[in-house]
């Protein structure tokens, strides 16, 4: 087993919560390509081969020590518990396969592309940066023994292993950590955008009529998803009448008027018309005193007389819209 192999999930399989991460073409599902080919000069060329043939030799019993200092880990343990030992040594005999074809033949593609596929497997089973650590510590003191061993006898093919070595793993993280990176940021960005979508609900409490409870700040960002939001609504419910609530938005300066009656605007092009309630007094203070205006946008104090503001436009009677209302549309 390779430190830069310890598999985030079985090999094979895909993450029942969300996609792995693949690199097809030289390019991933997040939009990064695969690492590049590392700059060696001809020392790094050498030290890494003489590193390669050391632990060739000693594959075997390198593997097994770092199976057990990884099965101790944390977040490693159940990773490794989760696999067979013939899912083991198939995932070593190809990390191997992969790293021979670098280092030997000097085809570094498929060995990067590997390790981009990896990273992203870490950062969608959750493994953190500290456990990283955690598993290089436990490789490179693995390696160290074995190293301190030759030096008795060979202290300079030693020290080239040792320089080797470190090339490596610094080869390795760079891919994984891209990639680990990369995925993180996607996870993030897409956490992100299910929280706007939350913090942006568009009810329908009646036919044709929907309700917009606003609440946490507004910034530029979420008022264009606002606004778009807010449009399809409109279209897909073929609402006539839109009640925008911001009891819940702590501060309303000029730059959130302004974002306001520009979503109000665009409804009205829809054939919607939108109230604004749960303006406060002090808010309604602030405003008058930065000169903001909220022109053409009708405004009510609170969402019950918003309701009823918007039912008396529309026409509702009795809950429902008016015969001519109907006709309307």
């Not at 990884?70 to 005999?93: F, S, V, Y």
């Not at 490179?140 to 190293?147: A, F, P, Q």
């Not at 606004?227 to 938005?249: F, K, S």
Request: aromatic share 4%; glycine share 8%; charged share 25%.
């Amino acid at each position: 087993m390779e430190v830069q192999d310890l598999p985030a999930h079985r090999r094979g399989e895909t993450n029942k919560r969300r996609p792995t991460r693949q690199i097809q073409g030289g390019s991933s599902r997040f939009g990064l390509v695969a690492p590049r080919t590392p700059k060696l000069t001809e020392r790094d060329r050498k030290n890494l081969r003489e590193y390669w043939d050391f632990y060739e030799a000693l594959g075997p019993q390198i593997q097994q020590e770092l199976r057990n200092a990884a099965a101790a880990m944390p977040e490693w343990g159940p990773i490794l518990r989760a696999m067979t030992p013939k899912q083991l040594d198939e995932n070593d005999r190809r990390s191997q396969a992969l790293q021979r074809t670098a280092l030997v033949e000097g085809d570094w593609e498929p060995y990067l592309a590997d390790l981009a596929t990896q990273g992203g497997q870490y950062a969608l089973a959750g493994i953190t940066f500290t456990s990283w650590f955690e598993i290089i510590a436990a490789y490179r003191e693995t390696i160290r023994n074995h190293v301190i061993r030759l030096s008795e006898t060979d202290f300079t093919r030693a020290m080239r292993i040792g320089e080797g070595m470190n090339r490596m793993i610094d080869i390795a993280m760079a891919g994984i950590g891209e990639a680990y990176l990369a995925t993180k940021e996607h996870i993030i960005s897409q956490q992100q955008e299910a929280i706007r979508e939350l913090s942006l609900p568009i009810l329908q409490i009646r036919e044709r009529l929907l309700i917009v409870p606003l609440v946490g700040l507004i910034d530029s960002q979420r008022a264009r998803t606002l606004t778009e939001t807010l449009l399809i609504a409109i279209r897909d419910r073929r609402a006539r009448g839109v009640v925008m609530d911001i009891t819940g938005v702590p501060m309303v300066d000029t730059a959130v008027a302004n974002h306001l009656v520009q979503a109000t605007e665009a409804a009205r092009l829809m054939g919607a018309t939108v109230i604004i309630t749960g303006i406060a007094a002090e808010i309604a203070q602030t405003l008058v005193g930065m000169g903001a205006r909220l022109l053409n946008v009708r405004t009510v104090v609170d969402l019950q007389d918003g309701l009823e503001e918007i039912e008396r436009v529309l026409g509702y009677r009795d809950g429902e819209l008016s015969a001519d209302q109907a006709l309307l549309d």
